[in-house]
């Protein structure tokens, strides 16, 4: 169809050019669906936006770079018409149908996703379709080895690399603030990325941006490790392995986690950082997202075999996350609980100060740095005699922020509530999903302040007039919502006490 | 997060706000994703849209009627934050996980998909689901139960209401417009709404378009087939089944079809529309959606069942659908040829003859306006005796056409150009995919006069100097580009002609 070029100041992510509704429908094309723009001989694929109010049935809006890329003159008349399909279309349909990819496919498919030459709908039905069908260990391999490829890579000089992962799900888990200057005070390297929260309160690189900025280059990481020995940057401002945040960004609205796409997202991070040798904590548990051991092992097994390909060693930790990690969750509250550890704080929560150590210790033994089963307490030394603190504060401050601060400087929510117990009895279980959703109504990850403190895990006691959770908000209608919301739903079974006769809540003193 | 109000004079359909990249990054959404927007105290869930010009990172852009719907003042404080996902999502997954839907579920996710609350990859998700995991007759009957219910319906007042339709993917299909007049020649009603090619090179409505306007509501077309009898209406102007369209927007693009979406497709819109005695006319062959004998006859039972829950007659023509449907190919080519056997005309082409008063047949026989195995005569009769034609002049007249139209007065696209056999042999097999994929390049179907006749089908001989193909394009630059891939691709096998030293086109007389 040929159409009059109008041309738009205006860029939208996603959308090039922009149609009438009805020229849209004689086209056979609906918002976001690819089209072919012929100007002057030269084609390009783009995408379309359909709006109501910006063009005439008879025109095409010219979005941002179409302009330039294609030397478009307002009024000329532009060829438009609904575009081929990329090779990976084929591919995906051909996974629908059950085939296997082959490696030639899944390349294709990486590079598509990278160049954003897919539209969400075909990633969706790309990610749903493994989700079913599943991949073997090749086409894994060759997943992982294409977003690899397609991004950054870091070559260091030295080895070994250390690194680690923590499978996701578990409120709390801000164990990597501990374990890379562990790491990194022992003389290992660790150029640890982290991402910010999807689903959860706060991811390491929220956390870590309560401290100091966390967006580094791939060249930049590579060199503040080689300065220090560790870092905790956010793996969403560099360009690695860049195809896992679009992957990550169409899968996670439709509650979609396919086993290959977590094994490949894992691995092409740091196959592309240059780690050789990592440890996979994963949490298992209720609500957790591998919830049994036998799960726990397959996926563990999987890791190493993939590892392997790459020539990664990988040990894995089958840890227990049916409850928080400590008792704070939020990004500033989580920072200062680190924090508090690295201190030596006495307040500072055993089951992360053990976590945290375990982890470390399997690092430590798979570089070097410790004999074997003395990893541990080679971790817990390093924490206690203050290098590991010492460390930290040269991480914050190579990465742009204040080695001065302490535990008790961080800022938390203004508007603040505490619950106590009505009368005695014992938890009986813990609600993880809850408590994430607790601290997000609060505002976290979005709002640094926001969050709670969880004192009571399962089979703890609580006796009348204890503390149970400690609320923090930077709004007073978002801690208004959240109070309302536990009133509904309370995150903790309490033996002996009537949850639905909690009375009011108390301010924080 | 709170972000200060930008009203913006900007409607684009799919998208109600528009943030910056860096706040979508912080908020942790990305284009076309679900978000809560606060304001005053009321929340609405909307989508988003991403611009690096339109708005700064601490602004919300509010577009068209949300900007009304909360009463959005400029510059206003409001709260935007990442929505939770509709129920639809997660009965989605639980068909990931190879679950049942339910009643409930089923009810649900269709309201949602009329409702604009899924985005395109949740549809995507669901589809390519369904592809794999399949659904019972159960599911399929309250998917299209729910499908039906969610738009217009007709109810007529008298039985029976009479319809037909072809399963797609035949070159040159255009037997609706033989059809529909024949049975409403015979005194019957029949209702019939088409598609517009989305794959194809022309659908019936694209077809019935050059000869008159055919978009319609509900009750117009209840209107206009009391009064004469039949319509051949677009079934993407009415409001029937409406989830219908937007499940085909969403599966096309990534070549998906899944089979008890088909199912639902073509009976919700016939049973909104009243109908309740149909023939399915099922084309089997190389190259069309349902390949071989068996499939078809498992199809035409899975109608046969559907159609009983709704207490519809139906009956199933499997046809033959490797090659194409008379000679033309593209709308007003269509329409010529479609009248041209409406008037009698000898060059009328046989096959389209021959296929339109089989079906027909089957309609009066199913209707009682012809004894059994009588059906393709009376078809005939009425087709001979020109009341047919002239009932298609009634219907084109009430739809606002030229009831004075012939075929001769039909324009065809100006730039044309004809291949001639260089010598003899005769066709082994003709590409319905390639033929489609032609008339696509000339133009069809948004240029209506584009296209091409066929002259020579499989196990026709073909004698030097006689005409095998006639292109037609109103550019000719396309028609260029069609000449070009034609010789690249013959979409014919000729036995005894070397193809690859075909002579140039010659200019049609």
């Known amino acids: 169809m040929k159409l009059v070029a109008k041309t738009i100041d ?78 990976s279309v084929s591919s995906i349909k051909n996974k629908v149908l059950g085939n296997k990819f082959t490696k030639e496919d899944l390349k294709t498919l990486v590079n598509d996703v990278v160049n954003e030459k897919l539209t969400n709908s075909e990633i969706a039905a790309y990610l749903t379709a493994i989700s079913i069908n599943g991949m073997d260990l090749d086409e894994t391999y060759w997943l992982t080895k294409s977003m690899v490829e397609t991004g950054d890579q870091i070559d260091f000089e030295e080895f070994p690399i250390m ?66 020995g560790g870092t905790l940057a956010w793996g969403g401002a560099t360009n690695i392995a860049p195809a896992d945040d679009i992957f990550v960004r169409v899968e996670h609205p439709l509650s979609l986690d396919p086993r290959p796409q977590l094994l490949a997202s894992v691995l092409s991070k740091k196959k592309a950082i240059g780690s050789d040798k990592i440890v996979i904590d994963i949490p298992t548990g209720d609500g ?50 680190g924090l508090m550890a690295l201190e030596g704080k006495k307040e500072a929560p055993k089951s992360l100060l053990e976590k945290s150590c375990s982890v470390a210790g399997i690092l430590l033994e798979m570089g070097d740095k410790a004999d074997e089963e003395e990893g541990k307490k080679k971790a817990k030394k390093l924490l206690k005699n203050g290098k590991a603190l010492e460390k930290f504060k040269e991480i914050i401050e190579v990465q742009g922020g204040d080695p001065q601060i302490s535990s008790q ?101």
Do not use: C
């Open 10 to 87: 205006l860029k939208i992510k996603g959308e090039d050019i922009i149609l009438s509704e009805e020229t849209a429908t004689r086209l056979g094309v609906s918002s976001g669906d690819r089209v072919n723009l012929t100007s002057k001989g030269k084609t390009i694929s783009t995408f379309i936006g359909v709006s109501s109010t910006l063009v005439e049935d008879d025109e095409v809006g010219v979005l941002g770079d179409i302009k330039e890329d294609l030397k478009i003159n307002e009024k000329e008349e532009i060829e438009v018409r609904p575009s081929k399909k990329p090779k």
């Open 163 to 228: 690194d680690k992962h923590s499978i996701g799900g578990v409120p709390g888990n801000k164990i990597s603030l501990l374990i890379v200057p562990i790491i990194a005070a022992a003389g290992l390297k660790i150029p640890k990325t982290s991402s910010r929260a999807i689903t959860g309160a706060a991811g390491t690189a929220d956390i870590m941006e309560v401290l100091a900025p966390v967006k580094f280059s791939a060249e930049q990481i590579h060199k503040i490790t080689n300065e220090v």
């Open 288 to 337: 957790t997202k591998v919830e049994n051991k036998e799960e726990a092992k397959k996926l563990a097994r999987d890791f190493i075999e993939l590892g392997n390909r790459f020539e990664i060693e990988i040990e894995s930790a089958i840890t227990y996350g049916g409850t928080p990690i400590g008792h704070a969750i939020g990004p500033a509250l989580e920072a200062q609980e």
């Open 409 to 509: 400087d961080i800022e938390l929510g203004a508007f603040r509530k505490k619950l106590v117990a009505p009368s005695s009895g014992y938890v009986t279980n813990v609600d993880n999903q809850g408590l994430i959703k607790i601290a997000r109504t609060l505002g976290a990850p979005a709002d640094k302040g926001a969050g709670l403190r969880l004192y009571k895990k399962e089979g703890d006691e609580v006796e009348e007039g204890e503390k149970i959770l400690e609320l923090f908000s930077e709004e007073k209608w978002k801690l208004k919502e959240a109070k309302k919301s536990i009133k509904k739903n309370f995150p903790l079974d309490v033996e002996g006490i009537l949850l639905k006769r909690m009375p009011e809540f108390e301010d924080i003193q």
